[in-house]
């Protein structure tokens, strides 16, 4: 298979990468980052992005749009980027994809940020939408982007509602927080009260979910919840985390909501079964790979 990964420099794009260039796959990357002399690499702007060289030259068999905004805090202070990132570039993309390559299959990393407070868990792909922030606005309208490019052009596509992903290489949410928090201090303080819950999946488990996926959907524009299906509270997260990097460490909670997050997450996650996928990492076992990532890669 020949794979186009955009945003191929990012957290999960990077992991993207590296698991289907081991699994044999010719992979193609994409990023804003200017990078030079590496093989299949193409670089493009942030915003306004080209890719006509890119899908008229190479045909990939399938494209992972990885890129974007990936920050609700930063859609929250600059929503016009995000619908930059988030929307227009997803359009761009299917329009070059009906231009050039229509067979070529799509997946939308979307983001369970569309489903905001749901009224029950475990949530469905079925439930309401009701976004928190622009960025889970801005989600969802590029899912709907998809489902156009399927029903009007036959572009096989899909988006995947990804929950709370962790693992090497993230800098950023929760556990990219609290390490920074406790190079400075032995005393962390988090918003929330600790009750509030995630269900989180290691990056190594998402890349094979994806994988499952491609192997399986049936890319109609349809959407898919991506993640453990095991909801953990937050302050059982944490102390996992600093039970591996910093045992000492002692956590309070601030009590305050922070603006944009959801209060307690689990997914659905039958569709995605159906295609074969069952995680394989704990939380504990990711949480351990990536303190230990943090040891080797981040020490000050």
């Given amino acids: 298979m020949k794979l186009l990964v955009l945003g191929a420099k990012g957290f999960i794009g ?90 070529c299959k799509f997946i939308h990393l979307s983001s369970a940020a569309v489903y905001g407070n749901p009224v029950h868990l ?23 982007l998809c489902k156009e490019f399927h029903t009007l052009k036959a572009i096989p596509t899909c988006s995947l509602r990804i929950f709370s992903v962790y693992g090497e290489g993230l800098k950023k949410q929760l556990f990219w927080d609290i390490y ?15 009750n509030e819950s995630r269900d989180f999946i290691y990056v190594g488990d998402l890349s094979r979910a994806i994988d499952c996926i491609l192997q399986s959907a049936s890319f109609q524009g349809e959407s898919i919840n991506v993640s453990s299906g095991v909801e953990t509270k937050i302050a059982d997260a944490a102390a996992t985390f600093l039970k591996h990097y910093k045992p000492l460490t002692s956590l309070l909670f601030n009590q305050k909501a922070k603006p944009g997050d959801p209060v307690n997450w689990r997914a659905d996650i039958s569709k995605l079964k159906s295609y074969g996928f069952e995680y394989s990492i704990s939380l504990q076992e990711g949480l351990l790979r990536y303190s230990q990532w943090l040891k080797e890669n981040e020490s000050h």
């Fill in 122 to 144: 475990p949530i469905s792909e079925g439930a309401l939408i009701r976004p928190l922030s622009p960025y889970g606005w801005h989600k969802y309208i590029a899912e709907i």
């Fill in 14 to 103: 990077s992991n993207l990468v590296q698991y289907f260039k081991n699994l044999g796959d010719e992979v193609i990357s994409c990023d804003v980052k200017a990078i030079a002399n590496e093989p299949g690499y193409f670089m493009v702007q942030r915003k306004e992005s080209d890719y006509d060289s890119i899908f008229s030259q190479h045909k990939p068999d399938a494209c992972i749009y990885a890129g974007g905004n990936g920050s609700v805090p930063l859609s929250l202070e600059q929503p016009d980027l995000d619908y930059s990132l988030n929307v227009n570039n997803v359009f761009r993309i299917l329009q070059t994809i009906s231009k050039y390559h229509p067979g």
């Fill in 180 to 194: 920074n928090k406790s190079l400075q201090n032995d005393k962390l303080e988090l918003f929330g009260t600790g």
